[in-house]
């Protein structure tokens, strides 16, 4: 008995902690934007692109840095050898060794300036990493404003749908009670069941579209499934007239500031590959000593010790390279054709890419303000059938209009609430989108 009551309250305290654990997001829109920016996995691999391209920069402004190296060496050799340093034979079976330690200098002077290329290539690549995200970004933000009046919209539909339950079940309960007095017929009462059961159906699929359109969100902005999400809808100015004052409206879109990008990385690849017919010009320089244990002092006709060996053997040397491209079997000149043409390629792309994004503005602004006239006539629709509703409500209380008339009225004003609620959240997204496309990079 004492381990049941144990079990019992260890359960009861797995279930308390679980619940706890549990914990409740409440967004708003531009919190969900920021939120997206912290956690979306597509985001944080753009940034990492970013990174990798600042490295790359990093890199080939590093180029310019001249070489340095440092080599020491020592060598040990058993029998007949010749010494460099000593400068003889060494015969017999013995041990001779020698060592040696140089530092030499390297760099470039002049390559055609294609070093100063790379680096002007690297910072456009970096760029296009940046703009790669802007339209990445763009694009995540419309998603999740897509997803988040899609849940609004599910929401409303729900509360609607489960206010047409309790209002058919009502009025099921009416008929029943009219039908065993004798005022209506079983075709009557067989309307307001198939009227509950309509309902419900709705409300079970509108339930069942707010699940799906939830757990989407969730995935999008990397919020646990398990979380509990609360939606906050923030009030905003619809003022359309901020979007018809720009003129050219795709001019700073992400999508084609990336296009022109790439037709500046094909004019700076093409002058990069013309520095091939420059001479290239090399400055090196170096400095060393070595020790060998066969070196004798002609004077003394003893071994030289080690230190002055490292004196009297120091060695400094520097020059200069000059290096001319003469005759590469047009190796050179087959590949700046090919750049000019993959040029001309790029060139297309942004001007296709320009005109697209420009219809996007266009249809974006067209939307809105169909909209805008949908919402209006949708308000006018809802408010002419709910005066029919109340008038035929009257005549069914009265006896004159029938149940199916009755019902008739209540599903077109059912449906007129339902075209309302979606034309409303519609108006505000196509506006959400304006905001999105002529906001998202800061510069329309």
């Not at 790379?118 to 999740?144: D, G, R, T, W």
């Not at 720009?246 to 037709?263: G, H, M, Y």
């Amino acid at each position: 008995m004492k381990v049941c009551i144990k079990c019992a309250i260890w359960c009861l305290f797995i279930l308390f902690y679980e619940n706890q654990c549990l914990s409740q997001v409440s967004l708003t829109l531009e919190k969900s934007y920021k939120l997206l920016e912290e956690q979306n996995e597509d985001l944080r691999q753009a940034n990492l692109e970013i990174l990798l391209g600042k490295l790359d920069v990093k890199e080939s402004k590093d180029a310019f840095y001249p070489g340095l190296t440092l080599n020491v060496g020592n060598q040990y050799n058993l029998g007949l050898s010749f010494d460099q340093v000593a400068g003889q034979l060494v015969t017999g079976d013995k041990w001779s060794s020698t060592a040696n330690a140089n530092v030499s200098l390297r760099t470039t002077v002049f390559q055609g300036m294609s070093r100063l290329g790379q680096v002007k290539i690297a910072l456009a690549k970096l760029q296009s990493h940046e703009l790669k995200k802007s339209e990445l970004y763009q694009l995540l933000q419309l998603e999740v404003l897509s997803r988040f009046y899609e849940i609004l919209t599910n929401i409303a539909l729900l509360n609607t749908s489960e206010k047409q339950v309790k209002y058919a079940k009502l009025q099921l309960s009416e008929e029943e009670q009219k039908f065993k007095v004798g005022i209506n017929t079983l075709l009557d009462v067989a309307q307001a069941e198939n009227q509950v059961a309509e309902s419900a159906l709705n409300s079970i699929f509108a339930a069942n579209s707010l699940e799906i359109s939830l757990l989407n969100f969730k995935q999008l902005l990397g919020i646990s499934i398990a979380d509990s999400v609360q939606l906050v809808e923030e009030s905003f100015d619809q003022d359309l007239s901020l979007f018809l004052k720009v003129k050219d409206k795709a001019t700073n879109d992400p999508a084609v500031l990336f296009a022109k990008n790439e037709i500046n990385q094909s004019e700076l690849s093409i002058k990069y590959a013309k520095s091939a017919f420059y001479p290239s010009i090399s400055f090196y320089s170096g400095y060393g000593t070595n020790y060998s244990s066969e070196r004798y002092d002609y004077i003394t006709g003893y071994y030289m010790a080690f230190g002055d060996q490292l004196i009297q053997n120091k060695s400094f040397n520097f020059g200069i390279t000059l290096s001319m491209p003469v005759f590469e079997g047009f190796k050179t000149k087959n590949n700046i054709t090919r750049l000019q043409l993959g040029l001309e390629i790029k060139k297309s792309m942004f001007n296709k890419i320009r005109d697209e994004r420009e219809k996007v503005y266009e249809l974006a602004l067209m939307e809105y303000t169909r909209s805008l006239s949908e919402l209006k006539l949708h308000e006018i629709q809802k408010e002419a059938l709910e005066k029919n509703f109340n008038a035929i409500t009257e005549r069914y209380e009265l006896g004159v209009s029938n149940a199916m008339e009755y019902n008739k009225a209540q599903l077109d004003l059912n449906i007129s609430e339902l075209n309302l609620i979606k034309s409303m959240y519609n108006c505000k997204v196509n506006y959400q989108v304006l905001k999105i496309l002529f906001d998202a990079n800061g510069k329309n």
